[in-house]
């Protein structure tokens, strides 16, 4: 079974960082595209950043509300995904989520991170 485990949120200020970790198995990462979404109280999830596979370049694709503050990359070797949110703002309050860019399933307990004003 598909599991995506996330790890590393956390409360900061604004203007604040924060990295963001996604763990599964090899055969669950490897080879497809892997995206984080959030989902804020009261909203619908939405995807933020995603990553091709190695194989396919291993291009990133961001939502403009994150572009230029938040990058994705994955390590292979460790089975990892990870997000690196700068220059946070108390609109990124939600909790987190990995999972295929498309196709997601199984959804993890995912992250909550909290952007204090």
């Known amino acids: 079974q598909v599991q995506f485990v996330e790890s590393g949120g956390g409360l900061v200020q604004a203007g604040g960082s924060l990295r963001l970790s996604c763990a599964a198995s090899?055969?669950?990462?490897?080879?497809?595209?892997i995206g984080w979404y959030r989902q804020a109280p009261g909203k619908q999830r939405e995807l933020v950043a995603s990553i091709s596979s190695v194989s396919s370049g291993g291009s990133t694709n961001y939502a403009d509300s994150v572009k230029g503050r938040f990058t994705i990359s994955r390590d292979n070797a460790k089975n990892t995904v990870s997000l690196q949110m700068n220059s946070l703002k108390p609109e990124d309050t939600a909790v987190y989520y990995c999972?295929?860019?498309?196709?997601?399933?199984?959804w993890g307990q995912g992250t909550q991170v909290t952007v204090s004003s």
């Open positions: 090899a055969s669950t990462f490897r080879g497809y595209n």
């Open positions: 999972n295929y860019r498309f196709s997601p399933r199984n």
